[in-house]
């Protein structure tokens, strides 16, 4: 089992970066990483996620915007995030699966509680 405890939300004006981080207690090199976010009245999307190989997959949403990295020495994955628009605002939440990556929130084991960020125009 791993827990998970994301940090680095705040606010942010259009066009600013910011830089998630998710730390995990557990065995976290066994797990793909992922990346979700879920906006008020929407449903959870998918953000990011990255396999222990290092492979990445990212939504087209952020992509070339957006980047997700981990270092298992630190049990840590980060998402930078660039270019921030309004539409990116949303509650960020980290999560853990065993195997391949996966776009469904439902794939995923174990979840953080979440970060804010707001990007105001």
């Known amino acids: 089992q791993v827990q998970l405890v994301e940090s680095g939300g705040g606010s942010v004006q259009a066009g600013g970066s910011l830089r998630l981080s998710c730390a995990a207690s557990g065995p976290f090199s066994s797990y793909t990483m992922g990346w979700f976010r879920q906006a008020p009245g929407k449903e959870r999307e998918f953000v990011a996620a990255?396999?222990?190989?290092?492979?990445?997959y990212y939504a087209d949403s952020v992509k070339g915007r957006f980047t997700i990295s981990r270092d298992n020495a630190k049990n840590t994955v980060y998402l930078q995030m660039n270019s921030l628009n309004p539409e990116d605002t949303a509650v960020y939440y980290c999560?853990?699966?065993?195997?391949?990556?996966?776009?469904?929130?439902?794939?995923?084991?174990?979840w953080g509680q979440g970060t804010q960020v707001t990007v105001s125009s």
């Open positions: 990255i396999r222990l190989s290092g492979s990445t």
């Open positions: 999560a853990a699966k065993v195997g391949y990556s996966s776009v469904y929130s439902y794939n995923y084991n174990y």
